[in-house]
Each structure stands twice: as structure tokens, then as C-alpha cells.
């Protein structure tokens, strides 16, 4: 009896041993990503063959480790279960703050816990899934940068052209105006010669009765305004063309990778080349240059500088107690089952002597 016990024992210390992780942790912050984008960016961590194809990029990874962290990814979640958003609070902050800042306002970044057989691979796995984290937020703000802006622009240039031209209408009105008015003078000039002091409404089309002279000068300064409004579209237009043009360009180019990395190299280089051979002289087109330069940059600063662990991952040894725990469990469950085969045998015992007698 005292064999089956210990076996028990061994065979739950061998199990819970086995099972046994050293666990990695550590939390990625986010400045500038807010939690809505946060959520929405984090979709490609559902990809499970996405994030070994990302490791098998990477040199520190052997094959068997590899394999190993493909049986861990479970399908359909990905990495998901892995990372979590983290807030500046703990439980008991919650009732102290205001119900807008509970969770937007208070979101800090990402945090990570990864488990694996040994303490290299557990420290290894939460770099690499930070990183993967990390790939996956520039990879959302670069098409949210490229989609959307692409879409709005379009959208404002349209707009644009429907106001010049309306602008452009207007301008010939008030020049064929400008027109008759300059005839009328002509053939009335002694309407020129009256006072122009004289009180007139201007309600129900009463301007029309001031003197020609005077009606002149008010057309002339409307189309010096039109023009002046035209000249302001002119070089909106040029501006907004500029946008679409590098837009469209950068989209070809990031279309043609899928890791976030990969494509804002790809934005740079469509930055870069776009730009190469644009009109240096057009103060518009300098905009629009300076205004993709200054999103594309604060694109990389997040990348390099902005997405970091607040610390280095650490790793967590396997908790003993829950070793231990499974262990005793073992033993009790060997000594219950000892002791059910003890009576299973006694009873078998007392019923040789009734059948010998029969």
C-alpha cells in the first residue's frame, strides 16, 4: 500500500514540475495612443500565425522554441490572452475617480505575461511580444495616417473645387456688372455730378439707387474680395493636390508590407521621393511637405522613443507552493486509493470462507 501512495505522490510531483512556468512580465507604455485606438490597433494580436511568423524573423528564436510557443498560442485568440491594457490605478483608486477618467484618461500602456519552460525563454517571449505589440500600434496609426487622411482630402478637395467655382461664376457676374454699370455712367453723367452724401435703405434692393460712381466703386472693391478668395483657393488647391499625391504614393508602398516596421520604412522612403522633384518655390507645396514631415516623424518618435517597456521584462521563477499543493493532493489521493483497495480486499477476503462452505 505504501507503493501506491508514493507512486501517487511521484507521479503528481512529476506532473505539477512539468507543468510548471517561469512566468515574464512587464508593462509597455503607449503615450499618445489613447485606449479607443489602443483597442483597435490590438486586432492583429488575435493572429496567432502572424506572431510565429514574426518570431521566425527574429535570430534569437531557435526552431524548438518556436514550436513550443506555436502549442502555447491558442487558435483563434492569438496572443490576446498574453496582453491586456494597463491603467494608473489600482481596484481600490476606482470610486475616487470621475466616471470620464476611469478608464480613458487613467490608460497607460500595455501589460504583458508570457510563460514558458525555462527563465531565457520567458524573458525572451515578453520582449518579443512587446515588440509585436508594438508593430502592431504603428501599424494602425500608419493607416490610420494614410486611410484616413487620403479620404478627408479627397473629400476637402472636392468641396474646394465646388467653392472656386461658384467664386468664379460670381466674378463674372460682378465683371459683366461692372460692365453696364460703366455704360450707364456714360449715358447718364450727370448722375455723376450729384452729391454722393444722400441717405439711402438698404433693404429691398435700395442700393440700386445710389449713383453709378458710387455703385462702381462698391463692385470694384467685391471683385478685388472674389479674387482675392480665388487666389486663396488657388493655393489650397495646390496644397491639398500635394497631400493626395503623397498619400496615394505612400499607400502604394505600405500596401506591398504587412509588419508595421516595414511599413514606415516604406512611408519615409514615399515621403522622400515624393517630395524629390516637387516645386521648391510653392509655399504651398513646402506645407504640404512640412505637414507629412512632421506626421511621419512623430510616427518614428513612437516607435523609437514612445513604445517602451517601463522597465525590462522580468521573470518570474514557478511558484513552489503550487507545487507543492499539487504534490500533498497526490499523496492524499495515493492514500485514499490505498486504503479503497485495502477494503476492496478485505471484502473480497471475507467472502472466500462463505463460498467455501457453500
Same mark, same amino acid.
Request: charge should be neutral.
Given at each position: 500500500?505504501?507503493?501506491?501512495?508514493?507512486?501517487?505522490?511521484?507521479?503528481?510531483?512529476?506532473?505539477?514540475?512539468?507543468?510548471?512556468?517561469?512566468?515574464?512580465?512587464?508593462?509597455?507604455?503607449?503615450?499618445?495612443?489613447?485606449?479607443?485606438?489602443?483597442?483597435?490597433?490590438?486586432?492583429?494580436?488575435?493572429?496567432?500565425?502572424?506572431?510565429?511568423?514574426?518570431?521566425?524573423?527574429?535570430?534569437?528564436?531557435?526552431?524548438?522554441?518556436?514550436?513550443?510557443?506555436?502549442?502555447?498560442?491558442?487558435?483563434?485568440?492569438?496572443?490576446?490572452?498574453?496582453?491586456?491594457?494597463?491603467?494608473?490605478?489600482?481596484?481600490?483608486?476606482?470610486?475616487?475617480?470621475?466616471?470620464?477618467?476611469?478608464?480613458?484618461?487613467?490608460?497607460?500602456?500595455?501589460?504583458?505575461?508570457?510563460?514558458?519552460?525555462?527563465?531565457?525563454?520567458?524573458?525572451?517571449?515578453?520582449?518579443?511580444?512587446?515588440?509585436?505589440?508594438?508593430?502592431?500600434?504603428?501599424?494602425?496609426?500608419?493607416?490610420?495616417?494614410?486611410?484616413?487622411?487620403?479620404?478627408?482630402?479627397?473629400?476637402?478637395?472636392?468641396?474646394?473645387?465646388?467653392?472656386?467655382?461658384?467664386?468664379?461664376?460670381?466674378?463674372?457676374?460682378?465683371?459683366?456688372?461692372?460692365?453696364?454699370?460703366?455704360?450707364?455712367?456714360?449715358?447718364?453723367?450727370?448722375?455723376?455730378?450729384? /452729391?454722393?452724401? !444722400?441717405?439711402?435703405? $438698404?433693404?429691398?434692393? %435700395?442700393? @440700386?439707387?445710389? #449713383? &453709378?460712381?458710387?455703385?462702381?466703386?462698391?463692385?470694384?472693391?467685391?471683385?478685388?474680395?472674389?479674387?482675392?478668395?480665388?487666389?486663396?483657393?488657388?493655393?489650397?488647391?495646390?496644397?491639398?493636390?500635394?497631400?493626395?499625391?503623397?498619400?496615394?504614393?505612400?499607400?502604394?508602398?505600405?500596401?506591398?508590407?504587412?509588419?508595421?516596421?516595414?511599413?514606415?520604412?516604406?512611408?519615409?522612403?514615399?515621403?522622400?521621393?515624393?517630395?524629390?522633384?516637387?516645386?521648391?518655390?510653392?509655399?504651398?507645396?513646402?506645407?504640404?511637405?512640412?505637414?507629412?514631415?512632421? /506626421?511621419?516623424? !512623430?510616427?518614428?518618435? $513612437?516607435?523609437?522613443? %514612445?513604445? @517602451?517597456?517601463? #522597465? &525590462?521584462?522580468?521573470?518570474?521563477?514557478?511558484?513552489?507552493?503550487?507545487?507543492?499543493?499539487?504534490?500533498?493532493?497526490?499523496?492524499?489521493?495515493?492514500?485514499?486509493?490505498?486504503?479503497?483497495?485495502?477494503?476492496?480486499?478485505?471484502?473480497?477476503?471475507?467472502?472466500?470462507?462463505?463460498?467455501?462452505?457453500?
Amino acid at each position: 500500500m505504501v507503493v501506491i501512495v508514493l507512486v501517487c505522490a511521484a507521479i503528481a510531483l512529476a506532473w505539477s514540475w512539468r507543468s510548471a512556468s517561469y512566468r515574464g512580465e512587464g508593462v509597455l507604455q503607449t503615450p499618445t495612443v489613447p485606449l479607443a485606438d489602443y483597442k483597435r490597433y490590438s486586432i492583429p494580436l488575435l493572429d496567432g500565425p502572424a506572431f510565429i511568423a514574426f518570431l521566425e524573423v527574429r535570430k534569437e528564436f531557435t526552431p524548438d522554441e518556436i514550436a513550443m510557443v506555436r502549442s502555447k498560442v491558442a487558435t483563434g485568440d492569438g496572443v490576446s490572452p498574453w496582453v491586456r491594457p494597463a491603467f494608473g490605478f489600482v481596484k481600490g483608486d476606482v470610486k475616487d475617480l470621475p466616471d470620464s477618467a476611469k478608464l480613458e484618461n487613467q490608460f497607460v500602456g500595455a501589460e504583458i505575461q508570457v510563460e514558458a519552460r525555462n527563465a531565457e525563454l520567458a524573458r525572451k517571449l515578453a520582449f518579443a511580444t512587446g515588440d509585436y505589440v508594438s508593430d502592431a500600434l504603428i501599424r494602425g496609426r500608419i493607416q490610420d495616417f494614410v486611410g484616413l487622411n487620403l479620404n478627408e482630402t479627397r473629400m476637402a478637395l472636392g468641396k474646394l473645387e465646388n467653392e472656386a467655382l461658384q467664386n468664379t461664376f460670381l466674378l463674372a457676374q460682378q465683371q459683366q456688372r461692372l460692365i453696364e454699370l460703366r455704360d450707364i455712367n456714360r449715358r447718364y453723367p450727370e448722375a455723376g455730378r450729384e /452729391n454722393p452724401r !444722400q441717405v439711402v435703405s $438698404l433693404e429691398k434692393g %435700395g442700393a @440700386r439707387y445710389f #449713383s &453709378p460712381v458710387t455703385q462702381l466703386v462698391g463692385v470694384e472693391s467685391y471683385i478685388a474680395e472674389i479674387n482675392e478668395t480665388l487666389r486663396k483657393l488657388a493655393r489650397d488647391r495646390e496644397k491639398l493636390q500635394s497631400d493626395i499625391a503623397f498619400l496615394e504614393r505612400a499607400r502604394s508602398e505600405i500596401d506591398k508590407v504587412s509588419l508595421g516596421r516595414q511599413k514606415l520604412i516604406s512611408l519615409e522612403g514615399a515621403l522622400s521621393e515624393n517630395f524629390r522633384n516637387a516645386d521648391k518655390a510653392s509655399d504651398a507645396v513646402h506645407e504640404s511637405f512640412n505637414t507629412a514631415k512632421f /506626421n511621419v516623424n !512623430q510616427i518614428r518618435y $513612437l516607435l523609437n522613443d %514612445g513604445l @517602451r517597456f517601463v #522597465s &525590462p521584462p522580468v521573470v518570474r521563477e514557478p511558484s513552489y507552493r503550487q507545487i507543492a499543493a499539487i504534490t500533498a493532493s497526490g499523496l492524499v489521493a495515493g492514500v485514499l486509493l490505498a486504503a479503497l483497495i485495502a477494503l476492496v480486499l478485505a471484502w473480497a477476503d471475507g467472502l472466500k470462507p462463505i463460498a467455501g462452505r457453500t
